[in-house]
């Protein structure tokens, strides 16, 4: 019904930026909040950041003032800017979001098949 589209992932340097997208699709009709979690190799996976369809953000300290998550509503897509890279970046990054669909209004978890961030020199 929901698919989540991860892009934007890669190799980049310590130091470097990456902007990562995350578009919904399918019989989506409202987007009530959306964010992206990490997992690091042998890691538990970890929330990053949210965005509630207000706006409110929220992001895990260790990247307050390096990642930004923002949204298009227009496009059912969100952004996750992440600057100043460091190694323990590194992970698989997926994207979620609680989401009522034209089926169901009552709104739904899920996530997309991730993409890989890898920060090394």
């Known amino acids: 019904q929901v698919q989540l589209v991860e892009s934007g992932g890669g190799l980049v340097q310590p130091g470097g930026s990456l902007r990562l997208s995350c578009a919904a699709s399918?019989?989506?009709?409202?987007?009530?909040?959306m964010g992206w979690d990490r997992q690091a190799p042998g890691n538990q996976r970890e929330l990053v950041a949210t965005?509630?369809?207000?706006?409110?953000?929220n992001y895990v300290d260790s990247v307050k003032g390096r990642f930004t998550i923002s949204r298009d509503n227009a496009k059912n897509t969100v952004y996750l800017q992440m600057n100043s890279l460091k190694p323990e970046d590194t992970g698989v990054y997926y994207c979620?979001?609680?989401?009522?669909?034209?089926?169901?209004?009552?709104?739904?978890?899920?996530w997309g098949q991730g993409t890989q961030v890898t920060v090394s020199a």
């Open positions: 979620s979001g609680t989401i009522a669909t034209m089926f169901n209004r009552t709104p739904g978890n899920y």
């Open positions: 399918g019989s989506v009709f409202s987007i009530v909040f």
């Open positions: 965005i509630t369809s207000g706006e409110t953000t």
